[in-house]
């Protein structure tokens, strides 16, 4: 109960007690003139002090209009209608004067207004442009030295979490434009942590279309939700940077530093980033953009698995996710520019990062075995050190009217450098103790990969008939050189049976050169009824050599174990044909697929002669129906079948040894699975109202499911192999809504959402077949609220329940109740100081699987000043976790595995930090287009 109350202390900043009012306002929109009442003209009320949007209506069919339930105030009220000036009054409601009738109001043309009056009024906060809302930054209280995240907050139906994610309306934002141009490999965090508020002139919110979609100008169903900063005209000639440096009594530091120039159309920026408080990581983000995703990858379905991820376990993640101590070091520079009245643009980024983790780590595992449960249990020490170097690069032309053509560049280094230390044991329920073990494993590694793409694209004189074509080639080289050195011990009733030592080095190398071309040709059929041909083919080549030496003498690690090396050359040769046949009127579109691909593979042993040949034809057919409701959203449910081919992982019948206790063994007879799935989306946004209503859903079932066949021996050894479900299916099936509303009256931003997912799927241990079921049951409740000048507030409730069990396994129930809340307090005091709290609670409840709960409440908390003039020189004091009860803590479910973590994370600290943001704009140079 303290714990509730802790956390709900900041709603206490503002009473939610709101009395029922009669007052009201109404009137008549008329054109005096012609003589006609004006309907469907709209009619927006805006509070005096701050201009915000406090309702919203239109006229009915007589030009009437009535908006109710008003408290006292001052208020402006605003009348617009197409090609009529807007109407502007500024009024005061009262209980003594509670019911305003302004009769008849005259609404003046263009043309006439020309000749007569100028009417004068506030311009209002949002506009809706087609698909696009657009928000005028004037409408919105920004701060001294505030960023863009900063004034993201404010606006209604968007939300930015502590960590920079977006969300619009219950959709994530995954891309953050500047004047339309990507910034820093499309990295949003670099955009909304950095630009400052008061250089914005517009926010932008649209759903992105695809590459092709854009060119061809048919819909291809994909939509990326997007926010492009539309800056001020003088504020795009001139420079700004910032400047932190942070320290701590302990170990703790935080250095950052940040130059942009901006010059009418070009952009130059350079930013570079020290610190150990898991604030800074280097991003995967162009991989997304430029990396093998810009590859028509998709119609590889066999070899390019194993090509592009590859099984070497110890090459570490870029990210830092929580777990371990980490000290990052990257930088990064950007430039782009346009020329020629835009028709050509180059955008260039390179980003480079050195990232140190280190920690410990503890996990117990739970899987099914027939009546009983496989228990394994590992502490760990590790430390992981991974360097990278990233480049990209971007040129677009527009040849002529009809002809459009881009290249894309991209390529990466990567070296890594890990080591660990593990305590493994393996028991299984009523048997006791099976094995017991001690590993050290070391590693260094190194990834390189390179990427071309040429798009050329042409529309003919024929509207909606277009051709293009677009070819890419994509290259990548992984190696790593490391040791194994183990002991583990076998048991028999509780005493050693056997032991077993060993002490390899082991080598890996691959090579892959992948190409690829695909041409789409669209053709008008009707006036709305289009017709799209693709053709792909693709190349994929790759060698992978194992490599595993037992030691002859000490240190000469010159016997090579033939069991668990190998090299194999393997190609892929696909040819995918498809079409689609797209009807599309005024606000409806319904399209329908049918792709058709062949694929030939082919993998040689060269240590064994033997060559595996396997071929795949496969369908994909596909139905969508979308309906846009204009200026509020829109409807849409799709239908899609695909084929999952098993992985080279899976087919090579050859034992992949990464652990003496766990074998992987390949199946080359596995069968493609088939996947039937159905999406659905409904969206309704409001946005001049503050509300929207988003539900999506989702239902897939496989057959043929290729699952795990799990083995586990007298002595704790796991192998597993792989085979095809059969007559059953595995399915999924999920269902969430989110709710968004701006209180006008108390002038809060709320959300709600509910999330339901089921999940049932099947595997094999010691030869019975397990079901599993997994479920869980989500909510969330939002408020956010902000006082220019004197706080903001936000709180967040997610309660859960998850559900998971195994009919024949009772003991791995991992059913259980979760919640998580938080809440954040900002305070604008006196003479430039300012304070800061924020309160996280996360709870889970003990289960049968795992009879341990988890709690834990963070508070962090941070005291500002400002100095200077401009208040852009900041001095501040932070504390992270006061209550020292960070403690890493994961508990997840991985097909018939459940898992339980606990890891070394970042704690209490407290650091001293002393920022200074910096400006210089010149005045707008009107000589520029």
């Given at each position: 109960?303290?714990?509730?109350?802790?956390?709900?202390?900041?709603?206490?900043?503002?009473?939610?007690?709101?009395?029922?009012?009669?007052?009201?306002?109404?009137?008549?929109?008329?054109?005096?003139?012609?003589?006609?009442?004006?309907?469907?003209?709209?009619?927006?009320?805006?509070?005096?002090?701050?201009?915000?949007?406090?309702?919203?209506?239109?006229?009915?069919?007589?030009?009437?209009?009535?908006?109710?339930?008003?408290?006292?105030?001052?208020?402006?009220?605003?009348?617009?209608?197409?090609?009529?000036?807007?109407?502007?009054?500024?009024?005061?409601?009262?209980?003594?004067?509670?019911?305003?009738?302004?009769?008849?109001?005259?609404?003046?043309?263009?043309?006439?207004?020309?000749?007569?009056?100028?009417?004068?009024?506030?311009?209002?906060?949002?506009?809706?442009?087609?698909?696009?809302?657009?928000?005028?930054?004037?409408?919105?209280?920004?701060?001294?030295?505030?960023?863009?995240?900063?004034?993201?907050?404010?606006?209604?139906?968007?939300?930015?979490?502590?960590?920079?994610?977006?969300?619009?309306?219950?959709?994530?934002?995954?891309?953050?434009?500047?004047?339309?141009?990507?910034?820093?490999?499309?990295?949003?965090?670099?955009?909304?942590?950095?630009?400052?508020?008061?250089?914005?002139?517009?926010?932008?919110?649209?759903?992105?279309?695809?590459?092709?979609?854009?060119?061809?100008?048919?819909?291809?169903?994909?939509?990326?939700?997007?926010?492009?900063?539309?800056?001020?005209?003088?504020?795009?000639?001139?420079?700004?940077?910032?400047?932190?440096?942070?320290?701590?009594?302990?170990?703790?530091?935080?250095?950052?530093?940040?130059?942009?120039?901006?010059?009418?159309?070009?952009?130059?920026?350079?930013?570079?980033?020290?610190?150990?408080?898991?604030?800074?990581?280097?991003?995967?983000?162009?991989?997304?953009?430029?990396?093998?995703?810009?590859?028509?990858?998709?119609?590889?379905?066999?070899?390019?698995?194993?090509?592009?991820?590859?099984?070497?376990?110890?090459?570490?993640?870029?990210?830092?996710?929580?777990?371990?101590?980490?000290?990052?070091?990257?930088?990064g520079v950007h430039y782009d520019q346009k020329w020629n009245s835009d028709k050509q643009k180059i955008n260039v980024n390179y980003k480079m990062g050195l990232l140190n983790i280190k920690g410990t780590k503890d996990v117990l595992s739970r899987n099914n075995l027939s009546a009983s449960a496989v228990s394994n249990t590992a502490s760990q020490d590790f430390q992981n050190e991974l360097t990278s170097k990233k480049m990209d690069f971007a040129y677009e032309i527009k040849l002529d009217t009809a002809s459009f053509f881009k290249i894309t560049?991209?390529?990466?280094?990567?070296?890594?450098?890990?080591?660990?230390?593990?305590?493994?044991?393996?028991?299984?329920?009523?048997?006791?103790?099976?094995?017991?073990?001690?590993?050290?494993?070391?590693?260094?590694?190194?990834?390189?990969?390179?990427?071309?793409?040429?798009?050329?694209?042409?529309?003919?004189?024929?509207?909606?008939?277009?051709?293009?074509?677009?070819?890419?080639?994509?290259?990548?080289?992984?190696?790593?050189?490391?040791?194994?050195?183990?002991?583990?011990?076998?048991?028999?009733?509780?005493?050693?049976?056997?032991?077993?030592?060993?002490?390899?080095?082991?080598?890996?190398?691959?090579?892959?050169?992948?190409?690829?071309?695909?041409?789409?040709?669209?053709?008008?059929?009707?006036?709305?009824?289009?017709?799209?041909?693709?053709?792909?083919?693709?190349?994929?080549?790759?060698?992978?050599?194992?490599?595993?030496?037992?030691?002859?003498?000490?240190?000469?690690?010159?016997?090579?174990?033939?069991?668990?090396?190998?090299?194999?050359?393997?190609?892929?040769?696909?040819?995918?044909?498809?079409?689609?046949?797209?009807?599309?009127?005024?606000?409806?579109?319904?399209?329908?697929?049918?792709?058709?691909?062949?694929?030939?593979?082919?993998?040689?042993?060269?240590?064994?002669?033997?060559?595996?040949?396997?071929?795949?034809?496969?369908?994909?057919?596909?139905?969508?129906?979308?309906?846009?409701?204009?200026?509020?959203?829109?409807?849409?449910?799709?239908?899609?079948?695909?084929?999952?081919?098993?992985?080279?992982?899976?087919?090579?019948?050859?034992?992949?040894?990464?652990?003496?206790?766990?074998?992987?063994?390949?199946?080359?007879?596995?069968?493609?699975?088939?996947?039937?799935?159905i999406n659905l989306n409904y969206l309704i946004s409001r946005p001049l109202e503050g509300s929207s209503i988003n539900l999506n859903g989702f239902y897939y079932i496989t057959n043929d499911q290729i699952i795990n066949d799990i083995d586990v021996d007298v002595a704790g050894k796991t192998t597993i192999s792989f085979l095809n479900l059969g007559s059953r299916n595995t399915s999924n099936f999920s269902i969430s809504g989110i709710y968004t509303k701006k209180i006008k009256r108390l002038d809060i931003n709320t959300s709600i959402e509910i999330?339901?997912?089921?999940?049932?799927?099947?595997?094999?241990?010691?030869?019975?077949?397990?079901?599993?079921?997994?479920?869980?049951?989500?909510?969330?409740?939002?408020?956010?609220?902000?006082?220019?000048?004197?706080?903001?507030?936000?709180?967040?409730?997610?309660?859960?329940?998850?559900?998971?069990?195994?009919?024949?396994?009772?003991?791995?129930?991992?059913?259980?109740?979760?919640?998580?809340?938080?809440?954040?307090?900002?305070?604008?005091?006196?003479?430039?100081?300012?304070?800061?709290?924020?309160?996280?609670?996360?709870?889970?409840?003990?289960?049968?699987?795992?009879?341990?709960?988890?709690?834990?409440?963070?508070?962090?908390?941070?005291?500002?000043?400002?100095?200077?003039?401009?208040?852009?020189?900041?001095?501040?004091?932070?504390?992270?976790?006061?209550?020292?009860?960070?403690?890493?803590?994961?508990?997840?479910?991985?097909?018939?595995?459940?898992?339980?973590?606990?890891?070394?994370?970042?704690?209490?600290?407290?650091?001293?930090?002393?920022?200074?943001?910096?400006?210089?704009?010149?005045?707008?140079?009107?000589?520029?287009?």
């Amino acid at each position: 109960m303290k714990i509730f109350l802790l956390l709900l202390i900041p709603l206490c900043f503002f009473n939610i007690v709101l009395a029922q009012s009669n007052l009201k306002i109404k009137g008549l929109a008329f054109d005096s003139f012609k003589g006609v009442a004006l309907s469907k003209a709209s009619v927006s009320l805006l509070q005096e002090k701050d201009s915000i949007l406090m309702q919203f209506a239109w006229t009915k069919n007589e030009g009437s209009f009535s908006i109710e339930k008003l408290l006292p105030g001052k208020y402006i009220l605003l009348i617009c209608y197409p090609d009529y000036a807007d109407y502007v009054e500024k009024f005061e409601i009262s209980l003594q004067r509670p019911i305003i009738d302004l009769g008849n109001i005259n609404l003046m043309s263009k043309a006439k207004l020309l000749s007569e009056v100028i009417i004068k009024g506030q311009i209002s906060g949002v506009k809706v442009k087609g698909d696009t809302l657009e928000f005028n930054s004037k409408s919105f209280y920004v701060a001294p030295n505030a960023k863009v995240e900063d004034l993201l907050r404010q606006i209604p139906g968007l939300q930015v979490d502590n960590n920079g994610k977006i969300s619009a309306y219950g959709q994530t934002v995954t891309k953050v434009l500047v004047e339309g141009e990507e910034f820093f490999g499309d990295d949003p965090t670099l955009v909304t942590k950095n630009i400052r508020a008061d250089m914005v002139d517009k926010i932008q919110l649209y759903d992105k279309k695809s590459d092709n979609a854009n060119l061809t100008g048919i819909n291809d169903g994909v939509k990326i939700k997007t926010i492009n900063i539309k800056l001020k005209e003088d504020k795009k000639r001139g420079y700004f940077w910032k400047i932190v440096g942070g320290i701590s009594l302990s170990r703790y530091q935080q250095q950052q530093a940040m130059l942009n120039i901006f010059k009418n159309k070009s952009k130059f920026s350079i930013y570079g980033n020290i610190g150990n408080t898991g604030k800074v990581e280097l991003s995967n983000a162009e991989n997304d953009k430029y990396g093998i995703n810009s590859l028509d990858l998709d119609i590889f379905q066999v070899g390019i698995i194993t090509s592009l991820n590859n099984d070497n376990a110890e090459f570490v993640n870029e990210h830092y996710e929580g777990q371990g101590l980490p000290n990052a070091r990257i930088g990064g520079v950007h430039y782009d520019q346009k020329w020629n009245s835009d028709k050509q643009k180059i955008n260039v980024n390179y980003k480079m990062g050195l990232l140190n983790i280190k920690g410990t780590k503890d996990v117990l595992s739970r899987n099914n075995l027939s009546a009983s449960a496989v228990s394994n249990t590992a502490s760990q020490d590790f430390q992981n050190e991974l360097t990278s170097k990233k480049m990209d690069f971007a040129y677009e032309i527009k040849l002529d009217t009809a002809s459009f053509f881009k290249i894309t560049l991209f390529g990466s280094t990567k070296n890594n450098n890990s080591s660990q230390s593990l305590n493994t044991s393996t028991l299984i329920d009523d048997f006791g103790l099976l094995n017991q073990g001690d590993r050290i494993l070391g590693n260094d590694g190194e990834q390189q990969n390179f990427n071309v793409n040429a798009l050329y694209n042409r529309k003919f004189k024929k509207p909606r008939r277009s051709f293009s074509l677009r070819i890419s080639q994509y290259s990548s080289l992984s190696k790593s050189d490391g040791f194994l050195n183990s002991k583990t011990n076998y048991f028999s009733e509780d005493k050693i049976d056997s032991v077993q030592n060993i002490n390899q080095r082991r080598i890996f190398h691959q090579t892959s050169q992948i190409f690829s071309g695909t041409i789409n040709y669209t053709e008008p059929i009707s006036k709305n009824i289009s017709l799209i041909l693709n053709y792909a083919s693709g190349l994929n080549r790759s060698v992978s050599t194992r490599k595993i030496f037992n030691q002859s003498n000490p240190g000469s690690y010159d016997v090579i174990d033939q069991l668990y090396s190998n090299n194999f050359d393997f190609d892929e040769v696909v040819n995918r044909l498809g079409g689609s046949i797209q009807y599309a009127h005024q606000n409806r579109e319904l399209r329908v697929s049918l792709w058709a691909s062949n694929i030939d593979f082919s993998q040689l042993n060269n240590v064994g002669g033997n060559r595996y040949l396997k071929k795949f034809t496969n369908f994909a057919p596909s139905a969508s129906y979308f309906v846009n409701i204009p200026n509020k959203g829109w409807f849409s449910i799709s239908y899609l079948g695909y084929a999952t081919q098993p992985t080279i992982a899976q087919l090579q019948p050859v034992q992949i040894y990464e652990d003496p206790t766990n074998f992987v063994i390949g199946n080359p007879s596995l069968r493609n699975a088939f996947t039937n799935r159905i999406n659905l989306n409904y969206l309704i946004s409001r946005p001049l109202e503050g509300s929207s209503i988003n539900l999506n859903g989702f239902y897939y079932i496989t057959n043929d499911q290729i699952i795990n066949d799990i083995d586990v021996d007298v002595a704790g050894k796991t192998t597993i192999s792989f085979l095809n479900l059969g007559s059953r299916n595995t399915s999924n099936f999920s269902i969430s809504g989110i709710y968004t509303k701006k209180i006008k009256r108390l002038d809060i931003n709320t959300s709600i959402e509910i999330k339901i997912n089921s999940n049932l799927d099947y595997s094999i241990s010691n030869n019975d077949l397990i079901k599993r079921n997994f479920s869980s049951y989500t909510s969330s409740f939002n408020v956010f609220k902000l006082k220019p000048k004197q706080y903001s507030i936000n709180f967040t409730l997610r309660p859960a329940y998850h559900q998971s069990y195994s009919a024949y396994v009772p003991m791995l129930d991992n059913s259980g109740f979760a919640l998580q809340a938080n809440s954040s307090l900002g305070l604008f005091l006196p003479k430039g100081f300012g304070l800061n709290t924020s309160i996280s609670y996360n709870y889970q409840a003990q289960t049968h699987a795992f009879g341990q709960s988890f709690n834990a409440v963070l508070v962090n908390a941070s005291i500002s000043k400002t100095f200077l003039k401009q208040e852009n020189l900041i001095l501040s004091m932070s504390g992270n976790d006061l209550l020292n009860q960070n403690s890493g803590f994961l508990r997840n479910a991985v097909g018939s595995t459940i898992n339980q973590s606990n890891y070394t994370t970042i704690r209490r600290y407290v650091l001293f930090s002393l920022s200074w943001d910096f400006s210089k704009f010149g005045t707008v140079d009107k000589t520029q287009n």
